[in-house]
């Protein structure tokens, strides 16, 4: 059971590190490229209808109170939900507009200041791919996905993989302690002899001055340690300096051996 459980905790957890540095790295793309990209910038395709969004000046409170002007015929702004500061709307783009830089300007009701509407740049191309290959973005560039995306959907990956290998661990130090084994989890070399320390005894008695067995990764007997204490329910011990131990190995708790 053990041999069958640790090779697949080994690769839930290398899937898990994966995935965690495919959620950091999309992270830290859509913190960046926010804040590269042209504040208000827009990108759209010809031909297409999009969400787009923006702020203003000042709040308001219904649909109507929002003005726009557009530098070019054909675009059409349906402005569906207000709050605050905040609109959102769909805009769409005629096909055979010619691709570049063109202006969209909201402002808060009729004959308001020209001077205090916002500004919104909206960039025109003839293509998805040339609108992705703009991008400050990483993800936007080669992958064609907003990297919030590939954030959203690596998160509950990274959530699920953590907590399966936690319990495939817990699981994996269960069944070592059932079979009387400890794994080694800290090894310290001093001045005439090794110090370890080996995962929690629960499901043992331990006492300073017992002798128990250290066994490599294929279970043969490499040396003997000396329990020294019992510190927070772990095993400390001391080991002749000339034993060939592992990092991999285990502590035998049961049966007790008799000092050399």
């Known amino acids: 059971m053990m041999n069958r459980l ?126 992705n290959a703009s991008s400050p973005s990483l993800f936007r560039r080669t992958l064609g996905i907003a990297p919030w995306w590939i954030s959203a959907a690596a998160l509950p990956l990274l959530t699920v993989s953590l907590a399966l290998s936690f319990h495939l661990t817990t699981r994996r130090e269960n069944l070592l302690m059932d079979q009387g084994l400890a794994p080694i989890i800290k090894m310290a070399r001093r001045k005439d002899h090794w110090e370890l320390a080996a995962a929690p005894a629960r499901k043992h008695r331990v006492a300073a001055g017992n002798c128990l067995e250290v066994v490599d990764g294929n279970m043969q007997a490499v040396a003997q340690l000396i329990v020294t204490r019992i510190e927070n329910e772990q095993i400390l011990g001391r080991v002749d300096l000339s034993a060939p131990l592992t990092p991999d190995g285990f502590v035998r708790i049961s049966p007790l051996c008799n000092p050399a």
């Open 6 to 131: 640790w090779p697949f905790r080994r690769l839930i957890s290398r899937c898990g590190a994966v995935i965690g540095i495919i959620f950091v790295v999309s992270a830290m793309d859509t913190f960046v490229s926010g804040h590269l990209d042209r504040k208000n910038m827009i990108r759209v395709v010809t031909g297409s209808r999009q969400p787009v969004s923006g702020d203003l000046n000042q709040p308001v409170r219904r649909i109507s109170d929002v003005q726009y002007q557009l530098d070019m015929p054909g675009f059409e702004l349906t402005v569906v939900e207000v709050k605050g500061r905040f609109w959102r709307g769909m805009l769409t783009v005629p096909p055979d507009l010619p691709e570049g830089v063109y202006t969209l300007k909201a402002s808060v009701g009729k004959g308001s200041d020209p001077s205090e509407a916002t500004v919104y740049p909206i960039t025109v191309f003839t293509s998805i791919g040339a609108m």
